[in-house]
């Protein structure tokens, strides 16, 4: 069963547009491949087997659509590619303008390649009970600072009270349709939703849905998926080359 419940319709937006310049791959990072299959495919993915979307729209970097298109999976979801813009926000933005007709968004970064589909079910659940806007929040392990242009330390906020924030964040479509019109540029779409000063509720997130940022995620990444066990519906196989 997916999410087409009445007049609802949650369309997934997987921003894939980015270089991966901390990555430092020779290709931009959501076509690095994990166990063998690239990054945007394996998000792509777990939307799918989340059965909570109605649509999925993979926005990537526009010399590289055709390619994109060639590595979907086959699926009865729609599954559609455009192409993104110089910033995350950008491409997000480029994402929205395709879906009309969504009434609920989901934004989840390509780079969260091994994004449990539990978790996007929780996300779209919360956004069933009434919630307008909602991020995966896993408390902090390290204690955080903050620091001065000079790199002085000036202050200790209490641990307890933060949370490291993941993707998918789902959102009302009409609210996250307002904040990315104020044209202001954030690292997280909740972040622009808080400007308008919306509450952001928060649902257990998950380990797995670690962000692959750094060489050293690249190989818990591939580390990550030589050990697990195929799904009944996931192929070790390759996708191949183009
Ligand atoms: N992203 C995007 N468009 C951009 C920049 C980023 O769609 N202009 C996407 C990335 O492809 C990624 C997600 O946003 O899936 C999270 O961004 P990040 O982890 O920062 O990826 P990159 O920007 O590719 O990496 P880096 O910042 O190291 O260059
Ligand atoms: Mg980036």
Not at 227 to 237: A, L
């Amino acid at each position: 069963m997916n999410a087409s419940r009445g007049a609802s319709r949650v369309v997934a937006l997987v921003p894939a547009a980015g270089q991966g310049v901390r990555l430092g791959e020779s290709r931009p990072k959501a076509f690095v491949p994990v166990g063998g299959i690239p990054m945007l495919r394996l998000a792509i993915d777990g939307l799918l087997a989340s059965e909570s979307v109605d649509e999925v729209v993979v926005i990537v970097p526009a010399d590289l659509l055709d390619e994109t298109r060639a590595l979907l999976p086959v699926s009865p979801i729609p599954v559609r590619v455009v192409p993104g813009g110089a910033e995350r926000t950008d491409s997000v933005r480029a994402g929205l303008d395709a879906t009309p007709a969504a009434t609920h968004v989901l934004v989840h970064d390509a780079a969260r390649a091994l994004t449990p589909p539990d978790l996007v079910s929780r996300v779209v659940e919360q956004l069933r009970s009434g919630s307008v806007a909602v991020v995966p929040a896993l408390p902090v392990t390290d204690t955080i600072k903050s620091v001065d242009a000079a790199g002085a330390v000036t202050g200790t906020p209490d641990r307890s009270a933060l949370r490291a924030i993941q993707t998918p964040q789902g959102f009302d479509a009409e609210l996250l349709r307002a904040a990315h019109a104020t044209g202001v540029q954030a690292t997280d779409d909740a972040g622009l939703v808080e400007l308008l000063g919306a509450v952001v509720h928060t649902v257990p997130g998950a380990a797995m849905a670690f962000k692959i940022t750094t060489p050293l995620d690249l190989v818990l990444a591939n580390t990550l998926v030589a050990q697990r066990e195929p799904g009944p519906n996931e192929s070790r196989e390759a996708v191949p080359a183009p």
